[in-house]
């Protein structure tokens, strides 16, 4: 049986400017010359969380089932979206997580490579809303749309809450949606 996503309330764009308000940026972390955005403000505010859960979803209300979130701070936003759209959550873990993975993707980060895993728990071409929380390079979320093909569900959209534009992960997993463009 599938769940259709229900419709959301329009966002409004100063509680988007307030949401954005309270990511802090952390310069030099985790190294030297890295300005980290931290959502941990953001996700604390129970406002400001909604306001992006909406805007994470609006584009894509209606076209989904299900929501994948990309461990760690992909599975927060993806609970928000999750209960804000009537959906179910669909975790996407690194491996050795699962009890019962049906699907693994390995794939390279600037700094080594890393492996995710998803159960194959889902209806057979459940519409799936794959979301995270930054798009840097785009090596997790393509990993995480490979990962949704492999195991015979339907892309419904891509989105993220903040990409760093600078890093150009767009060319490497398609099209996505983010609601903070840095």
């Known amino acids: 049986m599938r769940v259709r996503s229900r419709n959301l309330d329009p966002v409004n764009p100063d509680a988007l400017a307030r949401a954005e308000s309270l990511i802090a940026t952390i310069p030099d972390f985790p190294e030297p010359g890295i300005l980290f955005r931290d959502v941990s ?3 604390a505010d129970a406002a400001g969380l909604r306001t992006i859960a ?3 979803a609006e584009p894509f209300v209606g076209s989904f089932d299900v929501v994948a979130g990309v461990e760690a701070r992909g599975f927060l936003l993806a609970g928000a979206i999750a ?3 009537g959906t179910g959550l669909a975790p996407i873990r690194k491996a050795g997580k ?3 993975p049906a699907g693994v993707v390995s794939y390279d980060l600037e700094y080594g490579s890393a492996t995710i ?3 194959g728990d889902l209806a057979a071409g459940a519409r799936v809303l794959l979301v995270d929380d930054v798009l840097a390079t785009g090596g997790t979320l393509r990993a995480g749309q490979q990962l949704l093909e492999q195991l015979g569900y339907t892309l419904a959209g891509t989105s993220v809450l903040m990409e760093l534009s600078a890093l150009q992960g767009r060319e490497v997993c398609g099209p996505v949606h983010s609601v903070f463009t840095v």
Do not use: F, G, W
């Open 83 to 85: 209960i804000a759209s």
């Open 117 to 119: 895993e998803m159960s």
């Open 98 to 100: 699962l009890p019962r």
């Open 54 to 56: 909406m805007a994470m």
């Open 41 to 43: 403000p953001l996700l």
